[in-house]
């Protein structure tokens, strides 16, 4: 249902942007969000936005660095990360759901299939 892609090798302060289509029947009515998981390390949250009013919400590591936004007339989420650092380096995941309490928390309705960024020193 949500096709994630945009990954890929960067140096450290550098920017890569991250894209995740989805169903125009899921895009209309669902809250966006991504996380992500590094090697070793449970998955967790970086970033959400309102399906209605286009709120965002991020995880206090990648305030300032990192910013999501949708395109609803591609039904496209983005995540723009800039002043990536190695610890930036994993799998990340775009995902969806209707309450954006349980999308934080990573209980959501749907996943995609991640996609990977490795950022160097």
């Known amino acids: 249902q949500l096709q994630a892609s945009g990954g890929g090798l960067v140096q450290a302060g550098g920017s890569l942007r991250l894209s995740c289509a989805a169903p125009?029947?899921?895009?209309?009515?669902?809250?966006m969000g991504w996380f992500r998981q590094a090697p070793g390390k449970e998955r967790e949250f970086v970033a959400t936005i309102a399906w209605g009013t286009g709120s965002t919400y991020y995880a206090d590591s990648v305030k300032g660095r990192f910013t999501i936004s949708r395109d609803n007339t591609k039904n496209t989420v983005y995540l723009q990360m800039n002043s990536l650092k190695p610890e930036d380096t994993a799998v990340y995941y775009c995902?969806?759901?209707?309450?954006?309490?349980?999308?934080?928390?990573?209980?959501?309705?749907?996943w995609g299939q991640g996609t990977l960024v490795t950022v160097s020193s």
């Open positions: 125009e029947r899921l895009f209309s009515t669902y809250h």
């Open positions: 995902a969806a759901d209707r309450n954006t309490r349980l999308l934080r928390s990573g209980v959501c309705d749907y």
